[in-house]
C-alpha cells in the first residue's frame, strides 16, 4: 500500500510540510509504503484549456505536473495539504488540479483512492481550502476520509508562524490521526 503526501506549500519546512509529514510518519507507522512530494522549488505551470492534450495525450507544457499526476496514480491513497492563500488553495495547487485533465486524456484515474486533506492558515479560508481539496478528490471519484467532528472536511489547523505547528501537540495528534485513518480506509477497501 503506498501514501502519497504532497505539500501544496511553496515554502520549504513550514507548517503545511510539517504536518504532511507527521501525517506520512504514521502512515508509515500503520504498514504504509510513503512518499513525500512538494511543490516547492517545482514548477508547474497553469492549464490554457488549449485542447493540446486531447490530441496528443500529453500537456505541451514541459514541467513538473507530470511527478506529481505520475505519482499520484500510483498511489492507493493521497494526503495533499495546502496553506490558506488569500482564503484558498495556493496558485501551484490550483494549477496542479487543472493540469490533472491531462491524466482523463490518457485513460488513468484516481477512482478508489482514498484521499485526505489539510488546510493550514492563520484567520479565515479553511472551509474553502478544504473543500476544493475534497472537490478535487470527490472529482476524480476518490474516497474522502477525515478525523471527525467539525467541520467534518479535513484537518483544519490554525498557525501563524513558520514552524509553528511543530509545537502544537493538537494538530501533530491530527495529522497522525488522519495519515493511520487513510491508511486503516485503504486497508478495509482492499479487502
Known sequence: MKILGISGSPRKEGNTEILVREALKAAEEAGAEVEYLSVAGKTIKPCEACDYCVAHKR???????DLF????????GIIMASPVYFG???GQVKSLIDRERVMWRQGKTLADKVGA??????????????????????????VVVSNGGVPGL?????????????????????ARDLGVRVVETVKKMSG
Do not use: P, Y
Not at 119 to 137: I, P
Open 59 to 65: 500537456c505541451h507544457h514541459d514541467d513538473d505536473a
Open 69 to 76: 499526476i505520475e505519482k499520484m496514480v500510483a498511489a492507493d
Open 88 to 90: 484558498n488553495v495556493t
Open 117 to 142: 486533506s489539510i488546510a493550514v492558515g492563520w484567520k479565515w479560508g479553511f472551509f474553502e481550502t478544504l473543500a476544493s481539496l475534497d472537490a478535487f478528490f470527490l472529482i476524480n471519484k476518490m
Open 154 to 174: 479535513g484537518l483544519m489547523v490554525f498557525s501563524r508562524d513558520k514552524g509553528e505547528v511543530s509545537t502544537n501537540d493538537e494538530a501533530l495528534q491530527g
